[in-house]
């Protein structure tokens, strides 16, 4: 089974010891490649192997955080795990059929989206007033059971709300963050942007 290039990425980063890291990182934020806008201080600080790789995606999408992290691998000197990654991914596009890859596209979405979902849950227990909205949806596609839609209903406070959300998604794991993660960018496309570090604050 092919494995998706946002996994391949992160199995590169994990050969690169704390410093190679943070050097790699360091270049992801320098003029690297032309076309690639560099990524903010604030948006890797103390990023996790994890979270940069889906910063990357997310930012230059999948191809291009393959060759950008390609790019950066080859200015640190670091050609052969450039090559191999290259070789890699490769191989997968050719044994995986284009209906298998699309299937994998949406998979990897949805992990995205329910892992968004999960670093930033602070951010937007704190920041979204408009709870209702978000809860009318998943109870709609069914993502959060009767009772659980009641207490946050029955919640004073947005910040109530969202924590009694949040709990309501647990049982429906990847799928209900994801489904989650959708109405976000539909009702407040400004606000994860900026979470994401690729757009300014939302007022």
């Known amino acids: ?15 690169l010891d704390k410093a ?5 990182q360091w270049n992801l934020m320098e ?10 201080i604030a948006n ?5 192997r ?3 790789v889906s910063k990357m995606v997310q930012a230059y ?5 393959m060759k950008i992290t390609q790019k950066i691998l080859e200015n640190m000197g670091m050609i052969d795990l450039a ?10 596009q050719a044994a995986t059929p284009q209906s298998s890859q699309d299937q994998s596209a949406v998979m990897e979405t949805k992990q995205y989206g329910a892992q968004f979902v999960d670093d930033n849950m602070d951010k937007l227990v704190q920041r979204i007033t408009m709870v209702m909205p978000i809860a009318d949806g998943l109870y709609q596609k069914k993502m959060i059971h009767d009772e ?20 309501a998604l647990k049982p429906g794991g990847a799928e209900a963050k994801s489904a989650f993660y959708k109405i976000l960018l539909d009702q407040h496309p400004l606000l994860v942007k900026e979470l994401a570090g690729l757009g300014p604050a939302e007022g």
């Open 1 to 15: 089974m092919a494995t998706p290039v946002p996994q391949r990425l992160l199995a590169t980063l994990e050969k």
């Open 31 to 40: 003029e690297t490649l032309e076309g690639f806008n560099p990524m903010s």
């Open 61 to 65: 999408k999948k191809e291009g955080a």
């Open 50 to 52: 994890h979270k940069t």
């Open 44 to 48: 890797l600080e103390d990023a996790s």
């Open 20 to 24: 190679t890291f943070e050097t790699f």
């Open 83 to 92: 090559d191999k990654l290259k070789t890699d991914v490769e191989k997968d």
């Open 148 to 167: 659980d839609y009641s207490e946050i209903t029955a919640a004073q406070t947005s910040m109530s709300k969202m924590r009694k959300l949040y709990v």
